[in-house]
T-cell receptor, first 112, second 116 residues
Framework: KAGVTQTPRYLIKTRGQQVTLSCSPI?????VSWYQQTPGQGLQFLFE???????NKGNFPGRFSGRQFSNSRSEMNVSTLELGDSALYLC???????????FGQGTRLTVV | DQQVKQNSPSLSVQEGRISILNCDYT??????FLWYKKYPAEGPTFLIS?????DKNEDGRFTVFLNKSAKHLSLHIVPSQPGDSAVYFC???????????????FGKGTKLSVKP
């Protein structure tokens, strides 16, 4: 059974640009959540999608958005990138919301 | 306002001894708790979970204890091995309705170093 796949693994962008990250969940999983990890801040919740609907959103500005497709694949978009957006972005999928979630390897975004 | 707190950023333990990682939470509505392990450059890996109806769950060398009155959970690893060296995150979620949990809220993590 394939795990959670995130693409790309690494990304370098300049300030002001936008970026789209992709996540393919484990087959059959309906919930996809996104997290931002920065040094000293742990895993900060961005948003969760379940059956193509955003069910929950963390405390991030509107520059951060996402969506989920009918096949449960999800994308997150960050517009007008800032230096502080440099982080590891992790996607996690689970069959049901809030239960055991399986993480991808993450996308390391560097904003210069 | 941090709902899940891991107050020790790091912990160093000798191989073969017990590692005890602690986690406190503030939201009394949390009813499902999980521990994850994370190596550098990898995503977190699920370790063990516990429901609020239990106070202990064991899986091999890993045991999680839940003290609901103190809003505290701990992860015990015994015996500790050098391969256990990683960052450990605790997480919690709330039951929104029957069969539906809210999103996972994570602590900031504790870096465990197990020395040979």
């Amino acid at each position: 059974k394939a795990g959670v796949t995130q693409t790309p693994r690494y990304l370098i962008k300049t300030r002001g640009q936008q970026v789209t990250l992709s996540c393919s969940p484990i087959s059959g999983h309906r919930s996809v959540s996104w997290y931002q990890q920065t040094p000293g801040q742990g895993l900060q919740f961005l948003f969760e999608y379940f059956s193509e609907t955003q069910r929950n959103k963390g405390n991030f500005p509107g520059r951060f958005s996402g969506r989920q497709f009918s096949n449960s694949r999800s994308e997150m978009n960050v517009s007008t990138l800032e230096l502080g957006d440099s982080a590891l972005y992790l996607c996690a999928s689970s069959y049901n919301r809030g239960t055991e979630a399986f993480f991808g390897q993450g996308t390391r975004l560097t904003v210069v | 306002d941090q709902q899940v707190k891991q107050n020790s950023p790091s912990l160093s333990v000798q191989e073969g001894r017990i590692s005890i990682l602690n986690c406190d939470y503030t939201n009394s509505m949390f009813d499902y708790f999980l521990w994850y392990k994370k190596y550098p450059a990898e995503g977190p890996t699920f370790l063990i979970s516990i429901s609020s109806i239990k106070d202990k769950n064991e899986d091999g060398r890993f045991t999680v204890f839940l003290n609901k009155s103190a809003k505290h959970l701990s992860l015990h690893i015994v015996p500790s091995q050098p391969g256990d060296s990683a960052v450990y995150f605790c997480a919690a979620s709330v039951e929104l309705s029957v069969g539906s949990q809210g999103n996972l809220i994570f602590g900031k993590g504790t870096k465990l170093s197990v020395k040979p």
